[in-house]
């Protein structure tokens, strides 16, 4: 029974962690700015959930083909060209007779040998054309079909698939062993399957903090009204081993230690944090005060090792600002091992 509820839980967590990348992206954005709808290259992000990957497709239109050139205007009638003038040394040709012309004094008798006969006119060849002047257009058959004209096509440019926002692997890994430790600490009770479900969501809120160092409203208030609510129906079922009265009291108190520290110094903590400590004081309160403290004590704890981490290695100082929300969420998981473990 128990190996089943860890592998329940396993699955989940993973199915969970593979949806949770597109929405950290898009929720990864500076507290002035509204949330992320594309990807970096520009495409429309389809939902909340799921892989942060853009399949591609195609790109924006490139330029069109030309289209063919129009018809020109009708063809005119064909005109016959101006006969060429004679050449000044040619000799002049005699004007032909009409039979019936009666002959004046001194022109040819007409018994006089005729001459050779006279040859038929021939047109003289046009002029060539001056090199400025406009082509004529073809004469246009009146039973030639009208010419077409193509459509411009739009051509599109494939786009490859790539990746944005945080490794799915990595985040489906991490949320499906969040979840099986939980299942493995706390056995088949009503409160794991509670913890269990809302551990995704843990998980993504680390992941934007991480990422802009920022909790988003839309998390970590529902999430506090969220667990304070199912964990009051786990108290219902049989074989809860936690008091939801405890639970209240528990968010209540670790919200106001946060808001105190908050008060002292705000720029050492965010306002989001205080929020999301309503819900990790509900959860650690469930199993009890000790857990309550050992959770929210290893909280500072793993924060505090990972600033001075970053002091020894050169790439922040003391008062350099860390995301405090991870290490949170790492203490209180903590102290729920613990307290799963012991009840």
């Not at 004209?149 to 499906?176: C, D, F, N, Q, W």
Request: aromatic content about 6%; overall charge neutral; glycine content about 12%.
């Amino acid at each position: 029974m128990g190996l089943a509820v860890i592998i329940l839980a396993a699955v989940y967590g993973v199915t969970g962690g593979l949806l949770l990348p597109r929405a950290a992206y898009r929720l990864s954005v500076e507290p002035d700015r509204p949330w992320r709808d594309r990807c970096p290259e520009g495409h429309p992000l389809p939902g909340w959930l799921g892989l942060a990957r853009c399949r591609g497709g195609l790109d924006s239109p490139a330029a069109p083909e030309a289209p063919c050139a129009p018809a020109g205007p009708p063809a005119q009638p064909e005109t016959p060209a101006a006969p060429a003038p004679p050449h000044p040394d040619a000799p002049v040709a005699p004007a032909p007779v009409r039979p019936d012309t009666p002959v004046s004094p001194g022109s040819a008798h007409p018994d006089a040998p005729a001459g050779p006969p006279a040859q038929p006119e021939t047109p003289a060849a046009p002029a060539p054309p001056h090199p400025d002047a406009p082509a004529t257009p073809a004469p246009v058959r009146p039973d030639a079909p009208a010419p077409s004209v193509r459509t411009p096509s739009v051509r599109t440019a494939p786009v490859r698939s790539h990746a944005y926002g945080p490794s799915s692997v990595r985040t489906a890994a991490l949320s499906g062993a969040v979840c099986a430790a939980l299942a493995a600490a706390g056995g088949p009770r009503p409160e794991v399957a509670v913890f269990v479900a809302l551990a995704p969501a843990l998980v993504l809120l680390a992941l934007v903090d991480l990422a802009v160092h920022r909790l988003p409203d839309p998390l970590t208030l529902p999430l506090a009204a969220l667990t304070a609510a199912l964990l009051g129906g786990a108290a219902l079922l049989p074989g809860a081993a936690g008091s939801w009265r405890l639970a209240l009291l528990g968010g209540a108190a670790l919200g106001a230690s946060y808001l105190v520290l908050f008060l002292i110094n705000p720029a050492g903590m965010g306002f989001g944090d205080v929020k999301l400590a309503l819900s990790l004081g509900v959860a650690l309160g469930w199993y009890g005060w000790g857990v309550w403290i050992a959770g929210a004590f290893l909280g500072f704890l793993y924060g505090a090792a990972y600033g001075l981490a970053l002091v020894l290695r050169g790439r922040g100082g003391l008062k350099a600002a860390i995301p405090f929300g991870p290490f949170m969420a790492a203490g209180a998981f903590t102290g729920m091992l613990l307290g799963g473990f012991g009840a």
